[in-house]
């Protein structure tokens, strides 16, 4: 059974730090595009970064310098390490499968996993 399940998700405070983990089963993640989104309430879900099977990644504008993406292929995971975390990161974060780090083509989404920067 395919799958991809989401871990890391906590409240923490303002300039604080998570690493969320997306870990595959039943797949090979070095084979795929894996992308990282997220979703706050009443807001459309966007784009956070994506990791390519070679290794490029991409990312958000607004994250660009706090957040890194990375994949150890030996776990078939796939790690998204956020710092200087903002209230505004508040969100519920979702991986998913493509072939290619582009806007859409992703066929398999985790369940998610709830961040919430607050005091």
């Known amino acids: 059974q395919l799958q991809l399940v989401e871990s890391g998700g906590a409240l923490v405070q303002p300039g604080g730090s998570l690493r969320l983990s997306c870990t595959a089963s039943?797949?090979?993640?070095?084979?795929?595009?894996i992308g990282w989104f997220r979703q706050a309430p009443g807001k459309e879900r966007e784009g956070v970064s994506c990791?390519?099977?070679?290794?490029?990644?991409n990312y958000l504008d607004s994250v660009k310098g706090r957040f890194t993406i990375s994949r150890d292929n030996a776990k078939n995971t796939v790690y998204l390490q956020m710092n200087s975390l903002k209230p505004e990161d508040t969100a519920v974060y979702y991986c998913?499968?493509?072939?290619?780090?582009?806007?859409?083509?992703?066929?398999?989404w985790g369940q998610g996993t709830q961040v919430t920067v607050s005091y």
């Open positions: 998913a499968r493509s072939r290619w780090c582009l806007a859409s083509g992703y066929d398999y």
């Open positions: 039943g797949f090979t993640l070095d084979h795929y595009a």
């Open positions: 990791i390519n099977s070679s290794g490029i990644t």
